[in-house]
């Protein structure tokens, strides 16, 4: 990724001193002062830097038009101007993630495109200012087209010019609908190079509003929240992977509860700058190769439904052979007198995986495989899907 190029200075309107303090001429005097002061208040506030954005001293021409109240659009070039620079924000790791991402990194769609592919692909028309940051990428004949990042936090001048406010900080499933909906006709085969993934690519918003997870939350502990909100799974679930429902009820309760929590949505799962799942999977090495033992997908989807396994390894095949792990007891669940798990509908242990000994026989899910849950479940939709 290349930085951007070198830049000029804000130029500055002279400010007429050729005025005289002598008696009578005090009062001109405090209202020029008065008057300095407030367009060097706001040239500050709205160059936030001279040497990283010359058209700052213009952050208020409505370059790529305004939103529905009014609030006028900057680019993505001016936010990434403060938001790369360490010496101006505490955390450069959310502009670093979003330029590696699918949103900002140069496709096949150029700037010249039809008005309904860019409604989507370039909602603010900020795209072709990114180029300087992707020099070593191949980009359109046209230039490119990226989303911006004011298609999803809202119009920067409600951030530039009320700093610290922030029109957006947070995106919901809103903003995320507002593309990830009814796709054009013929456009899933492309979602996910018409894997799982592309299945599950059309009516994403209205599949999701349908879903247990869009449901209200209602007041519940942290020990709830933990899988019942937005919050409490973005909040604590790095912090409890693996544990059973014993040491969840140990930990959790201490932790504390978030105040008004949010339903499971779109930024529960994905990284809203890189549209990547928030888990990573488990790796080993088996004879001196990586060998996945857990996908990404499993690892996230069973942070709450939950199932503990054992894993044998076949040398013979390079796979893993899974069972189920009785001796680890998720939330919601229990075993019967057989040291059996006792069927319930809020956890999977129960029905996905079979037992060593086959006293409890299971579905043949892979949990190294991408796919692992997708094979039979709409993660939108939280449910089964309708083959």
């Avoid at 979003?98 to 769609?109: D, K, N």
């Amino acid at each position: 990724m290349n930085t951007k190029p070198g830049t000029d200075r804000i130029k500055m309107n002279r400010i007429n001193d050729n005025f005289s303090p002598p008696t009578g001429r005090l009062l001109q005097l405090g209202q020029n002062l008065a008057l300095l002061l407030a367009i060097f208040t706001l040239l500050l506030f709205t160059a936030c830097s001279s040497d990283a954005d010359p058209a700052a001293d213009n952050i208020l021409d409505p370059l790529y038009g305004t939103d529905a109240e009014g609030a006028r659009y900057v680019g993505a070039d001016r936010c990434l101007s403060c938001h790369e620079n360490p010496g101006k924000v505490t955390n450069t790791d959310p502009a670093a993630t979003y330029l590696a991402s699918r949103h900002a990194t140069p496709g096949t769609i150029g700037a010249d495109a039809d008005q309904q592919c860019l409604a989507c692909h370039d909602p603010i028309g900020d795209g072709l200012n990114l180029g300087p940051w992707f020099t070593d990428h191949q980009q359109p004949p046209a230039g490119m087209t990226a989303v911006g990042c004011e298609a999803c936090h809202g119009a920067g001048t409600l951030h530039w010019l009320n700093f610290p406010e922030h029109p957006n900080p947070t995106p919901d499933y809103q903003a995320c609908g507002q593309c990830h909906q009814a796709l054009p006709a013929g456009h899933s085969a492309y979602a996910g190079q018409g894997s799982f993934t592309g299945y599950y690519a059309d009516d994403i918003l209205d599949t999701y509003r349908g879903s247990a997870h869009a449901g209200q939350v209602n007041k519940i502990g942290a020990l709830c929240q933990r899988c019942h909100s937005d919050e409490g799974f973005r909040a604590y679930a790095g912090q409890t992977v693996g544990m059973d429902g014993e040491e969840l009820t140990e930990f959790l309760p201490g932790a504390g509860a978030i105040a008004d929590p949010s339903p499971i949505q779109c930024r529960t799962c994905h990284d809203g700058h890189t549209g990547e799942l928030r888990a990573s999977p488990t790796v080993v090495q088996k004879d001196g190769k990586e060998i996945t033992k857990y996908s990404r997908l499993f690892n996230l989807c069973t942070a709450c439904h939950q199932v503990f396994l054992k894993a044998e390894y076949s040398a013979a095949e390079q796979v893993f052979v899974y069972y189920l792990d009785t001796e680890k007891i998720p939330f919601h669940g229990a075993l019967d007198d057989a040291g059996l798990p006792v069927p319930s509908a809020w956890v999977i242990w129960d029905t996905h995986f079979a037992t060593k000994d086959g006293a409890r026989g299971g579905w043949p899910v892979n949990p190294a495989s991408e796919n692992a849950c997708m094979g039979c479940h709409d993660p939108h939709a939280a449910s089964k899907p309708v083959w």
